[in-house]
């Protein structure tokens, strides 16, 4: 990263004690694998949303009980595990509060509320332009090299996804603003969210800047949202489950294994690849649901899974955040 963008966030030098492996550059794939999973995940925790939806909680009731749950598992969990981790400078607060309260806060909100008034496939595909608008980051305001290949990549990788999602279908663009403009703004969001977290690993652990995102997101959605109502209605043990395994194994977990990802091939590549989501739920939704995806849809699939590889078959040199 260009100096001005380290200035633009710590003051003082990386912290040796959490810094990424040494060897995270030697095996890109792994980092491949790490989004890979996090998409997996992210895809999964959606047809468990569904189900708590058809119980009748809302969007904005899970979104604040499992950004609030994922906060105090994660802090609680490395709270006895590894308290290292939860070490952080106090110059360094500002940084996890705008993260946390802003981008983390942001993105939840934002794509809730676009799949609140348009269509969720449309809703999906704004969010995924984030890939566009990291590369876009990369080139105007860090003014660093982006491969041709790589910019291939995000092209197509967003055209795989307007296609998976069934975007063509005319009926899918009758929206209206409000949804289109928080669908856009979900996207900005998670691509600054990427591109903060890459800087933040510059001198923390992946799981010190996800536990303090979620816990300055939690702080933030709980202030303007009424905490007590959510945790005081009463849910039957089938609910809780469901409320807690998308707090950790589709909120904490992805979220971080997406960060550790990015710390091995960079947030242009981490976006593109996480992608493959909207697969594995047209996947998913085949399986469980019966719902049969069109050949173009398939198309779209192939196209994003190509430009994936294309990225892992190409890699001239890697950069690790370090």
Known sequence: MRKSADIFLFSSGACDRCR?????????????????LAALLWAVSGSAAKFLFHQGISAFELVQLRITTSAFVLLLFF???SPSLLRIEKRDIPYFMILGCVAMAAVQYTYLLAISK????????????????????TVVIAREKVELLTIGAVVMATIGCYLVVGAYQMDVFSLNRTGIVSGIFSAVFFAWYSIQGEYGMRKYSAWTVLTYAM?????????????????????????????FYIAVMGTAMPFGLY????AYIRSTKASITATLE?????????????????????GG??????????????????????
């Open 20 to 36: 990424p492996m040494k060897n995270e550059h030697i095996n890109p794939k792994i980092g491949y694998a790490y989004v890979v």
């Open 79 to 81: 709270a006895l595990r």
């Open 118 to 137: 348009i269509n969720v496939a449309a809703a999906i595909l704004l969010q995924y332009l984030a890939p566009g608008f990291i590369a876009v980051y």
């Open 215 to 243: 816990l300055f997101a939690a702080l933030s959605w709980n202030i303007f949202y009424p905490p007590v109502t959510d945790y005081a209605r009463s849910y039957s043990p089938a609910e809780w489950f469901w409320i």
């Open 259 to 262: 960060l550790k990802g990015v």
């Open 278 to 298: 909207p697969i594995t739920a047209g996947i998913i939704s085949y399986i469980f649901l019966n719902e049969v995806m069109e050949p173009l849809q398939m």
């Open 301 to 322: 699939g192939v196209l994003v899974i190509a430009s994936i590889i294309a990225l892992q078959i190409h890699r001239p040199r890697q950069q690790k955040v370090s």
